[in-house]
Antibody, heavy 125, light 107 residues
């Protein structure tokens, strides 16, 4: 069964750090871009960051730039999100997702087809 | 960055109704547009990719259309399990972005 399982969430004070993990099973992680998406309480989805299959390209939303780092260890079937300098506004459920694609050529059409259940991060004093 | 704007933000409808949700991109994104459904406490589920390509297992009452900047998600005949929040998302840019969501409620 294709599955993603997040872990590492918890409660932390402002300025603190957390490292989220996402363990993949049922597919070969190294074949896919991977993404982190978050959802603040009662709010919509926000794309946070994604990373290329081999880790050579990474992108993130401006609000976490310089604080969050996405990484992966394909040999361990794992995706990570290192979160430093946490702020109250980072409080959210964090989902990892697999980026599948369709189409050939230089610009495939990516979409998130497999999602984990999410891990909750609470930043509060 | 590409901004995605959905309308309406919320919608009340009845079982059997036909409903349409609109998504507008701040610049042309071709057909790099996906639609997701999310139910409370659950992860999102992909419904449609490439603006109009129905994902495997998604009922045919769901359809997507549009290209460039304007897109629609249509549910032809609402079923009880369709009451949820729907999000559009662009994959044209490496900096992906979602619309703010449309909450579909029972009238």
């Amino acid at each position: 069964e294709v599955q993603l399982v997040e872990s590492g969430g918890g409660s932390v004070q402002p300025g603190g750090s957390l490292r989220l993990s996402c363990e993949a099973s049922g597919f070969t992680l190294s074949n896919y871009w991977m993404t982190w998406v978050r959802q603040a309480p009662g709010k919509g989805l926000e794309w946070v960051a994604d990373i290329k299959e081999d880790g050579t390209e990474r992108y993130c939303v401006d609000s976490v730039k310089g604080r969050f780092i996405i990484s992966r260890d394909n040999a361990k079937n794992s995706l990570f999100l290192q979160m430093n300098g946490l702020r109250v506004e980072d409080t959210a459920v964090y989902f990892c997702a697999r980026d599948d694609y369709t189409g050939t050529g230089a610009r495939p059409y990516y979409y998130m087809d497999v999602w984990g259940k999410g891990t909750t991060v609470t930043v509060s004093s | 960055d590409i901004q995605m704007t959905q309308s309406p933000s919320s919608l009340s409808a009845s079982v059997g109704d036909r409903v349409t949700i609109t998504c507008r991109a701040s610049q042309s994104i071709g057909s790099y547009l996906n639609w997701y459904q999310q139910k409370p406490g659950k992860a999102p589920k992909i419904l449609i990719s490439v603006a109009s390509m129905l994902q495997s297992g998604v009922p045919s009452r769901f359809s997507g259309s549009g290209s460039g900047t304007d897109f629609t998600l249509t549910i032809s005949s609402l079923q009880p399990e369709d009451f949820a929040t729907y999000y559009c998302q662009q994959s044209y840019s490496n900096f992906r972005s979602f619309g703010q969501g449309t909450k579909l409620e029972i009238k």
